[in-house]
């Protein structure tokens, strides 16, 4: 590729060395017919005026001797010296090249004949100094050799030359190096890790690439605002460039993202030894603007040949090692392995086939009863998300839906599953059942993503119904757990717009957060789900049976409902009535079933347990796979 700078210093160049070419053209001309002696014409008096005012140098030199036989009127004007005093002087008393005697000059004069120019210094009367190239050719002059010579002044051309020159190298850097940080970028990369794997290759030396991003930067640019941001960055590039060797090269890929690449690696812990020192210079506080900033850095890890051969490979592998640090807490760091290229592959493909289900109608709603415990009547339904791949059947849920959520796909699901659940009440309406609450599983980022109060509202007055009929249940690892400000903030300015509407609020999986029980109170929470994991094991496990208790006595005394989820057995069911909770979900009701098969949950009769219980007595004496079926 040739830049706009190198083509004007290609232009200056050609015109320079043609207006020499011309220059001795003519001189030659004069030459020739002075050589020849034809009698005297017109055409004489013409090209001796146009050697007389051509307006660079033009000489006649002896070959031998290098001695100035004439000069045109410039380069007595150039030199300062009379045409008398010119023809005193040897040529190389004039010229001179560095690096070269006089007789050495005057050989490499000669031997430019009918070649390029060859540069020169011109040393002036007044002890001046001129930059000129000078274009040589032989002839015959009265029988004689002589050398003509036409001399150029490239001084300007040379001073152009060398400020797009300088013009050139500054493009260049900017084209390979981030403007914000000063570190090289992703061009410089993409031309030197190449060159830098076949090194490798060559040396038979393992080579590291490290991919790193930093944890949660969004929520800094979002809080505190791009200029802050930009700031950060700069202190992070400088960070990580203090922590690295001289020899290591540090990319900013663009955004929060940076490479390293690590040569002549001896040994694993050295790449961990690196790492550590990364993590550990990142979380260290940094000032920016006078308020004090911390953050953290998520790196994935690819080693040469190991992990890959290529750039391609070795960038994708620590990218990918790189979100299995995310996925373990991040700031931490992740050596590459095959098996997370197959979830990482595993993953693409569900995330496809996902955007495909949207489209052809592969999800589906299903539904399970929430049971009075005392009663066995059916207060409520849950709506479950199903997915029925048209090649591996059922997927589950906890497959696909926090892929769903990184792929930005939780919203589009969501509002598919709250349009399923309002059209499925309808139905039920019109089949003159008896409607009870619904229960629709929110996730965090659909709640800050979706105003889901404006879609409740404005479905529920389309089809007349009441929005206090649905239940929203928010994880507590997913509302509830430490996370920035402004999005807690944001989830429970939209939990207030769905209780002013009538919804109520559930917390599913109790028990497995990190929250502060001052969210209960401050949420307004109308009811808590315990998590099955507590109540598997509630008769036997007196440590379950503990937090059960104290969940349920807590939640009695802020007013608040609970519901044991995951009931299987009837001794389960019997202790957590002696413990007074009093509602349950489980397979000892209920399996999620098809909106058309729930119509029977709605008539306000007791649920028939009969069957339920011979099949659990039946279980007790069967195989592991006929136990599956009967559970259906």
Request: a neutral charge; proline letters at 3%.
């Amino acid at each position: 590729m040739v830049l706009p700078g190198q083509s004007v210093n290609q232009l200056a160049f050609a015109l320079g060395t043609l207006a020499g070419l011309v220059c001795t053209a003519i001189v030659i001309a004069l030459l020739w017919r002075l050589r020849r002696r034809e009698p005297s014409s017109p055409y004489d008096a013409r090209h001796l005026e146009v050697f007389e005012q051509w307006p660079t140098s033009a000489m006649v030199l002896d070959p031998v001797t290098g001695r100035i036989i004439s000069g045109n009127p410039a380069s007595q004007r150039n030199l300062g010296y009379a045409l008398d005093e010119l023809r005193e002087l040897n040529f190389t008393d004039i010229f001179s090249a560095e690096g070269m005697d006089a007789r050495v000059l005057l050989g490499k004069l000669q031997e430019a004949t009918n070649r390029a120019p060859i540069e020169m210094s011109q040393r002036c009367r007044d002890g001046s100094q001129r930059n000129v190239e000078a274009t040589c050719y032989r002839i015959m002059l009265a029988d004689k050799p002589v050398l003509a010579v036409t001399v150029h002044d490239v001084t300007v051309r040379n001073r152009v030359e060398t400020h797009l020159l300088e013009k050139h190298q500054q493009l260049d850097h900017l084209a390979h190096h981030d403007y914000l940080t000063g570190l090289p970028n992703r061009l410089y990369l993409a031309a030197h890790l190449p060159d830098a794997i076949e090194d490798a290759k060559k040396a038979g030396t393992v080579l590291a690439v490290l991919f790193l991003d930093l944890d949660r930067f969004k929520h800094v640019n979002d809080s505190r605002g791009h200029e802050t941001g930009d700031k950060l960055l700069k202190t992070v590039a400088q960070r990580i460039r203090s922590t690295m060797r001289s020899d290591d090269l540090v990319v900013r890929m663009g955004g929060d993202e940076f490479v390293v690449v690590m040569r002549g690696i001896k040994s694993t812990q050295q790449v961990n030894d690196a790492a550590v020192r990364i993590n550990h210079a990142l979380s260290a506080p940094m000032v920016v603007d006078g308020r004090t900033l911390v953050t953290t850095v998520s790196i994935g890890v690819a080693l040469y040949p190991h992990d890959g051969a290529d750039m391609g490979e070795l960038l994708r592998h620590s990218d990918t090692a790189m979100y299995q640090a995310k996925d373990r807490g991040r700031n931490n760091f992740q050596l590459f392995s095959q098996s997370m290229d197959k979830r990482l592959k595993e993953r693409i493909a569900i995330e496809s086939s996902l955007r495909t289900a949207l489209q052809s109608r592969q999800l589906d709603v299903h539904y399970q009863p929430i049971v009075a415990i005392e009663s066995h009547k059916v207060v409520a339904l849950e709506a479950l998300l199903r997915w029925k791949h048209p090649n591996h059947g059922y997927v589950r849920p906890e497959r696909f839906v926090t892929i769903a959520e990184e792929a930005g796909l939780i919203v589009p699901i969501g509002d598919f599953v709250l349009h399923r659940v309002i059209e499925d009440m309808v139905r039920w309406r019109s089949a003159e059942g008896r409607l009870v609450p619904v229960a629709i599983n929110v996730s965090a980022v659909q709640l800050q993503r979706s105003n889901l109060a404006e879609s409740i509202a404005r479905l529920t007055k389309e089809y007349g119904l009441e929005a206090s009929m649905l239940q929203i249940e928010l994880t507590e690892s997913a509302v509830f757990e430490r996370r920035e400000a402004r999005a807690r903030e944001a989830s429970q300015d939209a939990v207030a717009k769905l209780r002013e509407l009538g919804v109520h609020i559930a917390i599913d999986d109790f028990g497995t957060g990190y929250s502060s029980l001052s969210y209960l109170k401050r949420w307004r929470v109308d009811t808590l789900k315990i998590d099955r994991s507590f109540v598997r094991d509630l008769v036997t496990d007196m440590s379950d049976l503990a937090i059960v208790s104290a969940i349920i006595a807590m939640a009695r005394h802020l007013h608040i409902q609970v519901v044991a989820e995951g009931i299987e057995g009837w001794q389960q069911l019997e202790k957590l009535r002696q413990l007074g909770c009093s509602y349950a979900q489980g397979y000892l009701f209920a399996r999620p079933a098809p909106a058309l098969d729930c119509q029977r949950y709605l008539s306000g009769e007791p649920l028939d347990l009969t069957q339920r219980l011979e099949k659990l007595d039946r279980l007790e004496t069967t195989s592991s796979g006929e136990q599956e079926a009967l559970r259906a």
